[in-house]
């Protein structure tokens, strides 16, 4: 049996008296937003004739993903980061800033205050032994060519086993994390390991959603990066290594054909020479494109719960499985 009850007064007085609507105090944006939201939810239990226990059991899973602090795990999963982002190159295009290197999702898994470095830095502490050596380089640029010294360059990436320091416990303190300052032609170059993709727990609640919709929950190998600089646009990206089975089927959809970068192996002992190194090692260039901008509200990322970022220790609330 059926029952449409949504559009009838009693329901719609319901929404109201929910939503605060009759209540002075509160925050009306929240009460607006919460009214479409629940009027949302509610239209659609009519509509699809939501069983009481198809509900309880969707709350079962919100409790196991809040358990887990794996909200920021299943958000890309479904969609939403990358929807922020459509947005955002919308509002730019609107804003008439064109052109740049794309941005793609920050994922849950930045920590603040990694070491600062001019120029070079190497990155990881030598301890994975299954870390293929990583050379990566590029030169910090604006949209019309000149180099951006002084730019800072943030990258954090995963290990071999996709694992990543601080949420990875058995890494050490901020390995595969590091600041590079841009040098005099805007170039940054790191020494670190390639790092391995990765996949959601398989018995986690994120994954539990994932397969209902008969979808997998991996990622490609893949490096971050935040790239800020005075007078232009910060940047919030990615790189996907070419040639990993996931490169273009990214759970987070974070993969965008422009940061598609391949992973050169080079075995020359003059080129491992020349970088020092002690063996063959694969090279990474990624060449950076900041749009111009005299907005300061453009040239900071945005504000969201970022590890030690703050006073606040939020390491309750970022740890977990979370891996993005
Ligand atoms: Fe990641």
């Given at each position: 049996m059926t029952v449409k009850i949504f559009d009838t007064p009693e329901v719609q007085d319901f929404l109201n008296t929910v939503s605060g609507f009759?209540?002075?105090?509160?925050n009306e944006r929240a009460k607006q937003i919460m009214h479409r939201l629940l009027s949302d939810l509610f239209r659609l239990m009519d509509d699809y004739d939501v069983s009481a226990e198809e509900f309880w059991s969707a709350v079962s899973v919100l409790n196991a993903l809040g358990n887990g602090t794996q909200f920021g795990l299943l958000a890309p999963g479904l969609g939403f980061d990358h929807y922020l982002d459509m947005r955002m190159d919308a509002a730019d295009r609107e804003r008439g800033l064109l052109g740049g290197t794309p941005r793609t999702i920050e994922g849950p898994l930045y920590v603040a205050g990694a070491p600062e470095a001019e120029g070079?830095?190497?990155?990881?502490?030598?301890?994975?032994?299954?870390g293929e050596t990583m050379w990566l380089t590029g030169q910090v640029r604006d949209v019309d060519g000149n180099p951006v010294p002084g730019a800072k360059v943030e990258i954090w990436h995963a290990n071999s086993k996709g694992g990543y320091s601080f949420f990875d416990p058995?890494?050490?303190?901020?390995?595969l994390r590091r600041s590079i300052v841009t040098d005099a032609e805007g170039r940054y170059t790191a020494r670190s390991i390639i790092p391995s993709g990765y996949g959601c727990p398989p018995d986690s609640p994120t994954q539990q959603v994932l397969d209902l919709l008969g979808r997998h929950g991996q990622r490609p190998a893949h490096i971050h990066y935040f790239i800020s600089a005075p007078g232009h646009k910060h940047l919030t990206t990615q790189i996907n290594l070419a040639g990993d089975p996931y490169t273009f089927d990214d759970f987070a959809f974070a993969t965008r054909e422009e940061l598609v970068v391949p992973a050169n192996r080079i075995e020359d002992p003059a080129e491992i020479a020349r970088r020092e190194l002690d063996g063959p090692f694969s090279e990474v260039v990624f060449d950076v494109e900041l749009a111009k901008t005299d907005a300061p509200e453009l040239q900071h990322r945005h504000a969201r719960p970022r590890a030690?970022?703050?006073?606040?220790?939020?390491h309750s609330q970022l740890a977990g499985t979370a891996k993005v």
């Open positions: 009759d209540q002075a105090g509160g070079f830095a190497r990155m990881d502490d030598g301890k994975d032994q299954d058995t890494q050490s303190e901020y390995n030690k970022e703050d006073e606040q220790d939020q």
